[in-house]
């Protein structure tokens, strides 16, 4: 407010000692409209914006290089305002005027050509983009060589599109050379081949190829780790993705030492309390439950339940405990401590309800948990009263019905059959198998099996 009040006065002064339609009152005019801009009041900087352009125009010529940026700044408000189409109009214009200047291999013509590229994929229009991206790479190259960091740049923004309209293997490709061109021209240890291969290893895991992905991982940590030390935070969050893959590929115990290099790194970096401590307490707790370490799982499960609750500051730390609190209460039930399984479960639901979270999934699969529990310790009437109310949540979707859905269904014609009621446990496995079935689950997989054994012996 302070900067818009200065300007305002020295252009009011500008006004009354050289006329409106002086340069001198548009350059000021010009720093008040990038003002609004960054206040976001575009309605306001776009007015002011075209009149510097047709200040400039008629003082200074429409080829003048000072209208030309005047018209760039226009195009820009027009962007960020979301005039796409205006906007693109205005970029396409100015670098047509520039080609005529200045010739087709201007590089300020061909900058102009990577921003209608962003322009469009703003609106979507992806494959285009790469069109246009593709042309001014082209040209680059032709002005720059091959060894700019520019083209390297516009080539990993190819590939970026490559991988949101989902030709990963295209995408693949292209990274790969642009991580070769970095090494050569870069050096094989430098943070720029480091990024690349990170982003190459993106596009690996997109297409579900986790050991390329993995291999490019583990390269970009090792050059993140030499250059920045272990507790760097491109390191940590290199070492947090090799952990998510192990971690989705099965391999527990490889991610619970993933995990546990992460824990020790955000720890030296933030402190023994930080939130984000507790996120790798919780990731590292899920690894090593998923090992058969409930011990050691319950123990950083607890460590992160105490950082939420005494250091949480936002939402994501209140949903947080919810997800520690379902973790803890797997490892109860595991151990057979129903009891305290219930108890936590029960507690989970409260804070789930109480953060108004959807009913489906987390409380319909808590809900099965607990009903799971409860028909442990043969309190049937209060396992099926969980069940039931779960199975509600699913069809409130209004969608065809899943596997989750089969399962509760599953779990209610178990009691239903100790409380002999056969015709309804038939029913609800019948139910159950047919679901398995139309989801993919093959005759031999255990849960359709399952289904199909328990209504043979009915």
């Known amino acids: 407010e302070t900067r818009r009040k200065f300007l305002v006065r020295e252009l009011r002064n500008a006004v009354a000692k050289f006329g409106r339609y002086d340069v001198r009152c548009a350059n000021i005019t010009a720093a008040l409209g990038d003002l609004y801009d960054e206040n976001h009041e575009y309605k306001q900087s776009l007015r002011l914006h075209k009149d510097v352009v047709s200040v400039y125009s008629i003082n200074l010529g429409d080829d003048s290089k000072k209208t030309l940026d005047a018209k760039l700044r226009l195009a820009q408000v027009e962007e960020n305002s979301g005039n796409i189409d205006s906007a693109t109009n205005r970029f396409f214009n100015v670098m047509n005027m520039i080609k005529a200047l200045k010739g087709a291999k201007d590089l300020e013509a061909i900058d102009i050509l990577v921003r209608i590229a962003g322009c469009l994929q703003k609106k979507e229009k992806f494959e285009l983009s790469i069109k246009v991206l593709k042309r001014a790479l082209k040209a680059y190259r032709q002005v720059l060589g091959d060894t700019h960091p520019t083209v390297s ?31 050569a021209t870069m050096g094989l240890t430098s943070k720029e081949v480091a990024a690349s291969l990170s982003e190459l290893a993106t596009s690996y895991e997109c297409a579900e190829q986790y050991s390329k992905a ?22 940590i969050l ?16 490889k991610a619970a030492i993933a995990y546990l290099g992460v824990l020790r790194g955000r720890k030296r970096a933030l402190g023994d309390s930080h939130p984000t401590v507790a996120d790798s307490y919780y990731h590292l707790g899920v690894s090593l439950r998923e090992s058969n370490q409930e011990d050691k799982a319950f123990k950083c499960m607890k460590q992160a339940l105490n950082i939420y609750v005494g250091e949480g500051k936002d939402i994501h730390d209140v949903e947080m405990i919810a997800e520690v609190m379902h973790e803890l209460a797997i490892i109860h039930k595991s151990n057979h401590n129903n009891g305290d399984a219930i108890k936590t479960f029960r507690q989970e639901i409260a804070v789930r309800r109480k953060l108004g979270q959807p009913e489906y999934p987390s409380i319909a699969q808590a809900l099965n948990h607990l009903g799971v529990t409860e028909f442990e310790i043969k309190n049937h009437n209060r396992a099926l009263n969980y069940f039931m ?12 019905p899943g596997t989750d859905f089969a399962e509760v269904l599953y779990n209610t014609g178990l009691v239903f059959e100790s409380l002999r009621n056969k015709q309804s446990a038939r029913n609800a496995f019948l139910k159950a198998a047919r679901i398995f079935k139309e989801n993919g689950f093959i005759e031999s997989h255990p849960h359709y099996t399952k289904a199909v054994g328990k209504l043979k012996r009915l």
């Open 153 to 183: 740049i516009t080539v990993d923004s190819i590939a970026s599109l490559y991988i949101t309209i989902g030709d990963y293997v295209k995408a693949s490709a292209i990274l790969e050379e642009v991580a070769k061109l970095k090494a």
């Open 214 to 235: 993995m291999k490019n991982l583990k390269k970009s940590y090792k050059i993140y780790a030499d250059l920045v030390g272990e507790s760097g935070e491109k390191s």
């Open 238 to 253: 290199m070492l947090e993705r090799i952990a998510l893959i192990y971690q989705a590929t099965g391999q527990y115990k």
């Open 389 to 400: 109310e779960a199975l509600t949540i699913y069809e409130k979707r209004g969608t065809s």
